[in-house]
């Protein structure tokens, strides 16, 4: 199945969620395409040690997940 993912919020707790959300649907065998929107171009902006959101995108992207923004 395709799953498009819509982040278009500043928040580094939703940011980070959604993108774990990806990680775990590519291990499912989905095929995953986050679409980053306004706010959510930044996607690592407010990272922090609670919210690694760069190391899930880096997972995300070595997984064959799609990023754009």
């Known amino acids: 199945m395709q799953v498009l993912i819509t982040i278009s ?3 580094p707790e939703i940011k ?3 993108v774990r ?3 775990f649907l590519l291990e499912q065998g989905e ?3 986050i679409f980053l929107n306004g706010p959510g171009v930044a996607l690592t902006a407010g990272e922090s040690e ?3 959101i760069g190391q899930q995108a880096k ?3 070595l997984n ?3 990023l754009v923004g």
């Open 31 to 33: 095929d995953v395409t």
């Open 16 to 18: 980070w969620n959604a």
């Open 59 to 61: 997972v995300f992207s």
């Open 21 to 23: 959300f990806g990680n």
């Open 50 to 52: 609670q919210y690694p």
């Open 9 to 11: 919020s500043s928040e």
């Open 64 to 66: 064959e997940g799609t």
